[in-house]
């Protein structure tokens, strides 16, 4: 990774622009790709990083530029610059970007409040640190950390944590200890990242996701199989109902069942949130999987505001509005909107047809028939040179997994399959396609509707906050992709909710540094941030004395961050420290 620069000549004055490249190989090319666009890195956007730096963290950057020289000492000792070595190299610039995350949600003091410091070895304030910055730095299991991952980084050095002290045994403690606070924990956050990012909660994204075990989990009355979004079905898995807001930063959380289905998790999910956090007139996002008659009935008896997505059975009861072209607004490119009132006018339905949405139905439908009617073409030739009598329910049976495989198209196609006594299998065999589906699903391709009880936004209003939903989605995507929330490994139902705790934590990080990084012109990329920054390393400097009697001094220092790393750095209004305490 490293900078390159182009020149343009503006008002009279020549500009430098900066990008952080990468060259990825794709194939049998070596290509550049722009990681993040730096702009100018001028005196001016290097105060606007500092200051931001100074919100996030709520502290006074004093320490000296990249390593300015040190005053002088008051004695001098002569040494032997030809003996002078670098010892112990580990990963220092991931570990103290994530604790520098850490203190900025300022989770060490709720942490240090919550589980105040007693007759243990260690502070479970510090373990929890630990469990959390290694969850965002190297996503592992706790033997991971503790028997390789700790000790090749300086997060002991941070934390003041000898490595000798961290065990799994410890790690595991540290969880038992960490999850009575989660409540405590959700509020801190909320707290905090509303003042940082100037959040408000009056709009909730509200989702569900699924994660596996690998293991029976027999200890885990939770863990149950039931539908996997992971597409383990032979897996035990929980529940996940997580609830962000409209920018997709954390605010709770919850864990069920792992054959809980989604509809009924919406009212606990809202008077839980609204117990913890205060109720107030916000409004709901859920995807269609959320909506039920009986839950939008309690929407409307509690007076609750809400924004959900809407079953594809739903289309056929708005036809004729789908198929008249007046009323429509484009709202973007490739986008168009109809607004609907109710039947009986309290509701307002919002049809929207999207050309990207059709062309990629489109494509499902026809990669769904082709494997339908390959399926029955096979299963017609079986039929017809076979010299032994069928059985009628096991075709039947092979028919319905074929269909089922291809739900999307099943509706297609007009099977028929009866017992003819002329025939050499006893079966006699046809299908067809029924041109009603193909007509309607030519009307009705890319087409879904959204449904509210809020009467007063535009509609362009009502589809940008719920294609918000995607933030949800993205939540998930990272808790899974980048912070290994599955496969759990953890059997016990304490040790399971921890882990999850852990990593909702560490995705209160990542959000943080996304935050973060995207206002000070640096794209939406934590990993590459992460991933950067870790090849800074720390390192013991031994520097032999000239003395009559020789000794070594030693020094723990940090490495001098390369071009690229230090722009970061300096992009984000941080400074590195120079110097880290050695062990007494």
């Known amino acids: 990774?490293?900078?390159?620069?182009?020149?343009?000549?503006?008002?009279?004055?020549?500009?430098?622009?900066?990008?952080?490249?990468?060259?990825?190989?794709?194939?049998?090319?070596?290509?550049?790709?722009?990681?993040?666009?730096?702009?100018?890195?001028?005196?001016?956007?290097?105060?606007?990083?500092?200051?931001?730096?100074?919100?996030?963290?709520?502290?006074?950057?004093?320490?000296?530029?990249?390593?300015?020289?040190?005053?002088?000492?008051?004695?001098?000792?002569?040494?032997?610059?030809?003996?002078?070595?670098?010892?112990?190299?580990?990963?220092?610039?991931?570990?103290?970007?994530?604790?520098?995350?850490?203190?900025?949600?300022?989770?060490?003091?709720?942490?240090?409040?919550?589980?105040?410091?007693?007759?243990?070895?260690?502070?479970?304030?510090?373990?929890?640190?630990?469990?959390?910055?290694?969850?965002?730095?190297?996503?592992?299991?706790?033997?991971?950390?503790?028997?390789?991952?700790?000790?090749?980084?300086?997060?002991?050095?941070?934390?003041?944590?000898?490595?000798?002290?961290?065990?799994?045994?410890?790690?595991?403690?540290?969880?038992?200890?960490?999850?009575?606070?989660?409540?405590?924990?959700?509020?801190?956050?909320?707290?905090?990242?509303?003042?940082?990012?100037?959040?408000?909660?009056?709009?909730?994204?509200?989702?569900?996701?699924?994660?596996?075990?690998?293991?029976?989990?027999?200890?885990?009355?939770?863990?149950?199989?039931?539908?996997?979004?992971?597409?383990?079905?032979?897996?035990?898995?929980?529940?996940?109902?997580?609830?962000?807001?409209?920018?997709?930063?954390?605010?709770?959380?919850?864990?069920?069942?792992?054959?809980?289905?989604?509809?009924?998790?919406?009212?606990?999910?809202?008077?839980?949130?609204?117990?913890?956090?205060?109720?107030?007139?916000?409004?709901?996002?859920?995807?269609?999987?959320?909506?039920?008659a009986d839950n939008l009935a309690w929407f409307w008896q509690t007076n609750r505001r809400f924004l959900v997505g809407t079953p594809k059975s739903e289309l056929k009861k708005w036809e004729k509005e789908i198929v008249e072209e007046r009323d429509w607004r484009k709202v973007r490119d490739g986008l168009e909107v109809k607004l609907c009132k109710g039947p009986e006018g309290m509701?307002?339905?919002?049809?929207?047809?999207?050309?990207?949405?059709?062309?990629?139905?489109?494509a499902m439908h026809e990669r769904f028939s082709t494997r339908i009617k390959a399926g029955l073409e096979s299963l017609e030739r079986r039929l017809t040179g076979m010299k032994r009598r069928e059985d009628l329910g096991r075709v039947e049976r092979q028919i319905g997994r074929l269909l089922q495989r291809n739900s999307r198209a099943a509706e297609r196609y007009k099977i028929e399959v009866k017992e003819d006594e002329r025939l050499a299998c006893g079966l006699s065999f046809s299908w067809s396609t029924r041109p009603e589906w193909e007509e309607w699903a030519g009307r009705t391709e890319g087409c879904y509707i959204l449904r509210t009880n809020i009467s007063d936004w535009t509609p362009e209003e009502l589809w940008q906050t719920y294609v918000q939903l995607s933030q949800a989605e993205d939540a998930f995507r990272t808790q899974k992709t980048q912070l290994s929330i599955r496969p759990i490994s953890h059997q016990k139902k304490e040790r399971v909710q921890a882990h999850i705790l852990v990593c909702f934590l560490a995705h209160a990080l990542w959000k943080t540094l996304e935050q973060w990084q995207s206002r000070a012109g640096l794209g939406n990329s934590p990993r590459t941030i992460l991933d950067e920054l870790a090849l800074i390393e720390s390192a013991d400097v031994v520097i032999p004395t000239a003395e009559a009697q020789p000794r070594e001094l030693r020094l723990r220092c940090v490495v001098r961050p390369e071009g690229a790393q230090r722009h970061l750095l300096e992009r984000l209004g941080l400074r590195l420290p120079e110097r880290l305490r050695m062990p007494s």
Not at 9 to 34: A, C, F, I, N, P
Not at 108 to 132: F, I, K, N, Q, T
């Open 1 to 292: 990774m490293y900078l390159r620069h182009a020149t343009r000549r503006k008002d009279g004055k020549v500009h430098t622009y900066w990008r952080l490249v990468r060259s990825v190989r794709r194939g049998s090319k070596v290509m550049q790709e722009t990681v993040a666009h730096l702009g100018e890195l001028d005196a001016q956007g290097r105060a606007k990083a500092k200051l931001l730096a100074r919100s996030m963290t709520g502290r006074e950057y004093r320490q000296l530029d990249f390593f300015e020289a040190a005053q002088e000492a008051e004695q001098r000792v002569e040494v032997r610059l030809d003996q002078v070595r670098l010892e112990h190299g580990r990963a220092f610039g991931n570990v103290w970007l994530g604790f520098t995350l850490w203190r900025a949600l300022k989770l060490d003091e709720a942490c240090a409040r919550l589980m105040p410091e007693g007759r243990e070895a260690v502070p479970w304030s510090s373990m929890a640190a630990l469990l959390v910055i290694a969850r965002l730095c190297e996503p592992s299991s706790e033997l991971h950390i503790a028997e390789d991952w700790y000790r090749k980084t300086a997060l002991g050095d941070i934390l003041g944590v000898p490595v000798e002290r961290v065990n799994d045994d410890r790690l595991y403690r540290a969880l038992d200890e960490l999850l009575p606070h989660k409540e405590a924990l959700e509020q801190q956050l909320k707290a905090r990242l509303g003042e940082l990012f100037d959040l408000d909660y009056d709009l909730l994204l509200y989702d569900v996701t699924s994660s596996y075990f690998e293991g029976q989990a027999s200890a885990n009355p939770q863990a149950k199989r039931g539908h996997s979004r992971d597409h383990r079905p032979d897996c035990k898995q929980v529940c996940i109902a997580l609830v962000v807001t409209r920018e997709g930063v954390p605010l709770s959380y919850e864990v069920f069942d792992g054959n809980r289905t989604d509809v009924t998790t919406v009212e606990e999910i809202v008077s839980t949130m609204e117990r913890r956090f205060g109720r107030s007139n916000r409004v709901w996002v859920m995807d269609r999987g959320m909506t039920s």
């Open 347 to 362: 509701e307002t339905f919002l049809l929207c047809r999207s050309a990207d949405r059709q062309k990629k139905e489109q």
